[in-house]
């Protein structure tokens, strides 16, 4: 395939809303990828975190293989025992819940503003009204838009959607002012992903559901980036551990048990819960997902077999390869390497993350970072204008992992 041709008849017949390299990639196999000229690439960004599990992984294949010769899609009028697994693996991994499926991230998000509205308009005063927090991300449908924390994510859309306002994360004294008896729901993210990997404090999540608790309010964690192993625990909100005075040592020791630790009325997942093929999931406590009736809600090829297949293998895989602990041990051991290594050049002001989900955070915007390190064999990201995000697949191994931060660390200091 010759990719300037390729890269002009995308650009006669694509939407130019993505600034895309001038590479065409046409394999991958685990952490790697090759473009079509085969040159080699280490994959430490898992396409915004979609390919948990890297590229091609065996099971995958072989999970989606089976299904797609069995059963592809039939509706939601019939039921099917992929989804049925799927929702099975998340009540082992998050709290005894129910789950609803559709494609992705924001109509996760989505379905929980409605459900949490749906709870709002059986109180009284009605309550309808979202807080969210500044810098979060929760998609680009004119709803999460409205809910999204970022300016720029808003403008030209503009009126927003009435009723969606933000506030600073950790500013409980504002939160508490914004909260007000028409709120039906507070949505935020365990680490804000695309705001720059700002980890929610545990003391501010356990206030928080203390503030949900006391004034009828739904708490939604949007763990469209922190769910599914990425964060080395199975959710993000695993590492709020609701003992307060233990909370931060047992945080950083990774010793929260799951079931002591601060968990939503909703929880909104997507990118890693398919492996990289479209889904997202509601999954709601059941007091509250009785409320989806049918007629309600709902999402055609939301559910189908095949992806439900591969997201329930994820599940199968992560537990078998012992993932959760490989990314934790990895994370660490690339925090350390980020801090120790960038010391000299001075130009990193923080390195922080949890698991592989880690952002580097420059002291200044970085000229062409994420071009130089692709042309040296390396994928990565940058958001917030100048914090680099690692987020590689969670089954990476280590010497792949070293030789992408040989080079990351090499376009950083350089
Ligand atoms: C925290 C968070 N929520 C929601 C979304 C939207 O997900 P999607 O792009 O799958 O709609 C994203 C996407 O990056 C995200 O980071």
Known sequence: MDTPELIDRANAVLIGNYARMPTAMVRGEGSLVWDSTGKQYIDLFAGFGGAVLGHAHPALVAAVTEQA?????????FHT???VRLA???NRTAFAGKAFFCHSGLESNEAAIKLARLRGAQQNPKRWKVVSFNKSFHGRSLAMIAATGNPAVKAGFEPMVPGFMQVDLGDMEGLAAAADNETAAIIVEPIQGEGGIHPLPIEFAVELRKLCDARNITLIFDEVWTGCGRTGRWFGHQWFDAGSLSATRQASTGECRAGECVKPDILTIGK????????????????????LVPG????????????????????DVIEREQLLQHALNLGEHAMSRLRNETKAAGRVAAVRGRGLFIGVELAAAPVKLVERALDQGLITNVTASKVIRIAPPVNIDQATLDRGLDILIRAINE
């Open 272 to 291: 890693a819960i398919g492996g990289g093929l479209p889904v997202g999931t509601m999954f709601a406590r059941p007091e509250l997902a009785a409320l």
């Open 81 to 83: 025992e992929p989804q």
């Open 296 to 315: 309600k809600h709902g999402c055609t090829l939301g559910g189908n077999a095949v992806c439900m297949a591969a997201a329930a293998t994820v599940f």
């Open 88 to 90: 099975e693996h998340l």
């Open 69 to 77: 010769q069995k059963l592809w899609h039939v509706g939601n009028t």
